[in-house]
Each structure stands twice: as structure tokens, then as C-alpha cells.
């Protein structure tokens, strides 16, 4: 069997293959970050840090420590202060995964007495994310990402 010769022909061509197979995978990941971006969270940044520092020292005033767990189909969210349970009014309240919002869902809460319960359904192994806002009977908003690992 003769030698087989390289010629530029044959350079170019795995040259190319390989920057096709380059310039394919980033158009993929760019195109996939773009459509799985959820959006902004403040539509003007700098109006949004004026009252950043108020807001949040309002918030810790509070004394609430969050959690949130799942319990067979259903969300358990508990909001304790120093005496007890706290019930707050929920304002919004969105579960869903950090990296996209295909799977978002809005909890329906309702309070038993001791804790907020929404039916959240079974929930796929990983990271979750409740993204929660909430009144105080002070009329004080309280925010909090509360962020969940199932089945790990």
C-alpha cells in the first residue's frame, strides 16, 4: 500500500473541521443561555440600590428565619420570629430551578397554624429555588431566596 501524502488540501480540511466543530458548540451554548436567561431583576439597578440599605436593615429588624422543605407532594414554607410562627401576607412566592424557568411553578400557600403548605407535585432531583416575598402586619416587604436540594 503506497504512503498516502499530506497536501494543503488535507491541512485545511481538519483545520476547518476543527474550528466547525468549535464555532458549533459555543453558537449551541450561546444560543441555549440566551433563551433559558429568565430576565432582569430590576429594571433600573442603580434606582433599585438607593433604598438597598433601608430595605434591608427593615428586613433583618424582622427576626424571621425561613425554610422550606418538601414533604411527600407538598412545599412546607415556616416563618419563625422569636416568639413563634409568623404569618405574614405572601405577595409572590415561585419555586423553580436556579438555571432556568421551565419548571417554575407559583405555590398556592394556605396556613395550617404552625406553617405555610402549598402542593407542589414530585419534584425532579437537584436544585431548587423558592423565590419568596412576603408583608409584614407592619406593611415592612421581606424578600428571600430560599434555595433547596432534592434528593441529594
Do not use: C
Not at 466547525?20 to 430590576?42: D, K
Not at 415556616?78 to 416568639?83: A, G, Q, W
Not at 410562627?85 to 417554575?104: C, K, N, W
Amino acid at each position: 500500500m503506497p504512503a498516502r501524502t499530506l497536501t494543503g488540501y488535507h491541512v485545511f480540511a481538519i483545520f476547518a473541521a476543527a474550528f466547525s466543530v468549535i464555532l458549533a458548540v459555543n453558537l449551541t451554548l450561546a444560543f441555549m443561555a440566551v433563551n433559558t436567561f429568565p430576565g432582569l431583576e430590576t429594571k433600573n439597578s442603580y434606582v433599585a440600590s438607593q433604598t438597598f440599605d433601608a430595605d434591608r436593615d427593615a428586613q433583618l429588624a424582622l427576626g424571621w428565619t425561613v425554610s422550606a422543605d418538601i414533604e411527600g407532594t407538598d412545599l412546607v414554607l415556616s416563618i419563625l420570629d422569636d416568639i413563634g410562627p409568623v404569618v405574614p401576607t405572601i405577595v409572590s412566592a415561585t419555586l423553580g430551578r436556579a438555571t432556568h424557568v421551565g419548571d417554575d411553578q407559583t405555590p398556592a400557600f394556605t396556613h395550617n397554624g404552625e406553617a405555610f403548605v402549598a402542593p407542589v407535585g414530585t419534584l425532579l432531583r437537584g436544585n431548587w429555588n423558592l423565590r419568596l416575598v412576603a408583608r409584614a402586619a407592619d406593611g415592612t416587604l421581606f424578600r428571600q431566596r430560599i434555595v433547596m436540594w432534592i434528593g441529594l
